[in-house]
T-cell receptor, first 120, second 110 residues
Framework: GAVVSQHPSWVICKSGTSVKIECRSL??????MFWYRQFPKQSLMLMAT?????????EQGVEKDKFLINHASLTLSTLTVTSAHPEDSSFYIC????????????????FGAGSRLTVL | DAKTTQPNSMESNEEEPVHLPCNHS???????IHWYRQLPSQGPEYVIH?????VNNRMASLAIAEDRKSSTLILHRATLRDAAVYYC???????????WGLGTSLAVNP
């Protein structure tokens, strides 16, 4: 089945530094990937939709200059948290849809394992 | 996107069936009913989806009401590894954005 690999699984950084999170579709091509953020005891909040070869579409309230998304190939999307601050500490999750999948008509998504960011 | 309503939490015993309900009274004709689950500190995992007919797969069964305003995810024999938050989500076929609620936190007792 479809597999999405997310790296790193956890990262600790100092305030003011930038952190890059990678999301790879291992056995399928993903024209669209989604980035979510999840705070403790809360649900997933969609941050942005990443489209291969074009600019990402950000949800309302998400700073596109702070959360840089790049989707340069059909198998890789990256999220860079620039000038991270403690309030950016969260669980970041990516997902992708498999356009070859027989489920594609229903838009079934495969998720990465998530990346836990802690900003000191 | 149409909204879903789920109980905040449920409890089950190991080896027993579990029925997780979901209400979606404003569902539209093109909305698929998706179920995902999220284990602690992990990304969500696809469980099952359906449109009108009941569905079965190796993980679970999905029973959809005739009027499609509600559905039930059925775990036939709960195991400790099934303890997770279960999300019921509606998604139209041409829109890949999934809107997540708080889901149902399932506890499984040994």
């Amino acid at each position: 089945g479809a597999v999405v690999s997310q790296h790193p699984s956890w990262v600790i950084c100092k305030s003011g530094t930038s952190v890059k999170i990678e999301c790879r579709s291992l056995d399928f091509q993903a024209t669209t990937m989604f980035w979510y953020r999840q705070f403790p005891k809360q649900s997933l909040m969609l941050m942005a939709t990443s489209n291969e070869g074009s600019k990402a579409t950000y949800e309302q309230g998400v700073e596109k200059d702070k959360f840089l998304i790049n989707h340069a190939s059909l198998t890789l999307s990256t999220l860079t948290v620039t000038s991270a601050h403690p309030e950016d500490s969260s669980f970041y999750i990516c997902s992708a849809g498999d356009r070859r999948s027989r489920y594609s008509g229903a838009n079934v998504l495969t998720f990465g394992a998530g990346s836990r960011l802690t900003v000191l | 996107d149409a909204k879903t309503t789920q109980p905040n939490s449920m409890e089950s015993n190991e080896e027993e069936p579990v029925h997780l309900p979901c209400n979606h009274s404003t569902i539209s004709g093109t909305d698929y009913i998706h179920w995902y689950r999220q284990l602690p500190s992990q990304g969500p995992e696809y469980v099952i989806h359906g449109l009108t007919s009941n569905v079965n797969n190796r993980m679970a069964s999905l029973a959809i009401a005739e009027d499609r305003k509600s559905s039930t995810l059925i775990l036939h024999r709960a195991t400790l590894r099934d303890a997770a938050v279960y999300y019921c989500i509606l998604n139209a076929g041409n829109n890949r954005k999934l809107i997540w609620g708080l889901g149902t936190s399932l506890a499984v007792n040994p």
